[in-house]
Structure formats: structure tokens, C-alpha cells
Nanobody
Framework: QVQLVESGGGLVQPGGSLRLSCAASGFGISIYAMGWYRQPPGKQRELVAAITSFGNPNYANSVKGRFAISRDNAKNTVYLQMNSLKPKDTAVYYC?????????WGQGTQVTVSS
């Protein structure tokens, strides 16, 4: 059974940090492009960061310099380190795996940035 399970979300104060994890099962992520998306309240889902199968990252302009995506193919896991968090980063964060016509999503993890 193919699964992506996100963890690490929660409530954090502005300026704080969180590290999200996305553990894959039922398939190997090594050939997949992996991404983190987010959906703020009342808004559409948007790409936050992605990493190719070769390990090349790219980021939305809104998170450049603050977030870092990484992958550990041996652990079948992708991470999103989020620093200097702002209230506008509040959203449900989703993990995505993409290869060819295969597209898998996790169930999401809530990140709330508030004082």
C-alpha cells in the first residue's frame, strides 16, 4: 500500500522553527521528485519546495532563505526545515511524490505560527 505520512507540524511562535518529515511506504522515493505544498486557510494549495531525484532543490520566493528541503533515500523520507517562521506560513503542509504519471499525496500536517 502506497503511503506518504507527514509529521512534525504544530504551533510555533513567530521566528521559531519546525522540521517536517514525510515518510514514504509501499514504494521507493529515489526516482521520484518530492515536494512540499501548503494550503493556507481559504486559499489554494501552493508549492513551497521541491527536490529532484538528483537532489536539486527549488523554492517558492516566499520561503527562499528560510526553508530547506532535503531527502534521505535510504530512509525513504523527505524533510522540510522551516526557520524564521511567520504567521503567513500558517497552513496545512502536504508531501507529494511525482514520477511520470504517478502522483502521491500525504494527508497533511497543520503548521500554525502565532504568538
Amino acid at each position: 500500500q502506497v503511503q506518504l505520512v507527514e509529521s512534525g507540524g504544530g504551533l510555533v511562535q513567530p521566528g521559531g522553527s519546525l522540521r517536517l518529515s514525510c515518510a514514504a511506504s509501499g514504494f521507493g522515493i529515489s526516482i521520484y521528485a518530492m515536494g512540499w505544498y501548503r494550503q493556507p486557510p481559504g486559499k489554494q494549495r501552493e508549492l513551497v519546495a521541491a527536490i529532484t531525484s538528483f537532489g536539486n532543490p527549488n523554492y517558492a520566493n516566499s520561503v527562499k532563505g528560510r526553508f530547506a528541503i532535503s531527502r534521505d533515500n535510504a530512509k525513504n523520507t523527505v524533510y522540510l526545515q522551516m526557520n524564521s517562521l511567520k504567521p503567513k506560513d500558517t497552513a496545512v503542509y502536504y508531501c507529494n511524490a511525482h514520477w511520470g504519471n504517478r502522483d502521491y499525496w500525504g494527508q497533511g500536517t497543520q503548521v500554525t505560527v502565532s504568538s
